[in-house]
């Protein structure tokens, strides 16, 4: 399946609002961006097919329906491979620029050290992406025009919902290939639960969120391989009532990998996430009038 193909995005990413917003959640699908500037295409030595490989595909459809819920959903619509909302603003590989880079940049993260920095040099099977080196300038006009305006719109997201509720809870919505998480010692992993290993979240909201998809048939772990990215560590401070709890969802259960064609299944999994969720929202009110919802 071929990506759209633009020259310039307008707009660069989609939030869809509830009419009024009910519940103290904002759901953001960062990596769901299907649309690839023709510049960009004509820089890379792959295919856009290949290119496709670094997306989360359609996740932002799996969780179409939380606007209905009351939460917003905010969505990329660029790729991944062209920019990675889940690092720092400015990890950055000196190698792939010409040009210097500013002295603020962090070039040695293992994040770029593996080729997967703001500005990734490979998509996500470890192809080389671009033919030749990029402007400096280009960088950083990917992530003024880009990261920063998507930042800045998910912070206001948050602080509004915590001023509402009195706390804000982010879900940052991934999908993972399922050669991730093979398991020698079990069935693989439906769905990862990142929380940075106790750190972004109260440990409340997880155990309700893990409950309510095993309580539909999912096998879920905590953590491995993906204890969460950027967002999940940099939104989620739950002694200030911010939490962020990242959830991947195993791509086999939604789609063919190959052809990304989505599966028979689609519905049935973006129904069980709703439903699922439905549930967390009546389970955390009911929790919160004996046992809060912050840092433990």
Wanted: glycine residues 6%; charged residues 25%; hydrophobic residues 40%.
């Amino acid at each position: 399946m071929r990506p759209a193909i633009v020259d310039e995005f307008d707009p660069p990413f989609v939030l869809s609002e509830p009419a009024a917003q009910t519940i103290p959640f904002v759901f953001n699908a960062p990596h769901a961006g299907a649309v690839y500037p023709a510049s960009f295409l004509a820089a890379s030595r792959l295919d856009a097919v290949a290119l496709r490989r670094s997306e989360d595909a359609y996740v932002d459809e799996l969780f179409a329906s939380v606007p209905e819920l009351g939460a917003p959903l905010m969505a990329a619509r660029f790729p991944r491979a062209y920019l990675d909302l889940n690092r720092e603003p400015y990890e950055l590989d000196s190698r792939m620029f010409d040009g210097r880079l500013p002295p603020f940049a962090n070039t040695r993260s293992m994040r770029v050290a593996g080729g997967l920095g703001t500005i990734p040099r490979i998509v996500a099977d470890g192809q080389e992406i671009y033919h030749s080196r990029l402007a400096v300038d280009e960088a950083l006009h990917r992530i003024e025009w880009l990261y920063k305006p998507y930042h800045r719109s998910l912070r206001q997201l948050v602080r509004r919902t915590a001023d509402l509720f009195g706390h804000a809870i982010l879900i940052d919505c991934h999908s993972m290939p399922s050669s991730s998480v093979s398991r020698d010692d079990g069935p693989k992993a439906d769905i990862v639960l990142g929380d940075r290993y106790g750190t972004s979240c109260a440990s409340l909201l997880i155990d309700l969120v893990e409950a309510a998809l095993r309580g539909r048939g999912y096998t879920v772990v905590r953590n491995k391989p993906y204890a969460g990215g950027f967002i999940t560590e940099h939104y989620g401070e739950p002694a200030f009532g911010r939490h962020a709890l990242q959830v991947e969802i195993n791509r086999a259960l939604y789609m063919d990998e190959r052809s990304m064609e989505k599966k028979s299944g689609f519905a049935t999994l973006a129904d069980d996430l709703s439903q699922a969720f439905i549930q967390v929202f009546a389970d955390l009110e009911g929790e919160l009038t004996t046992r809060p919802i912050a840092a433990e």
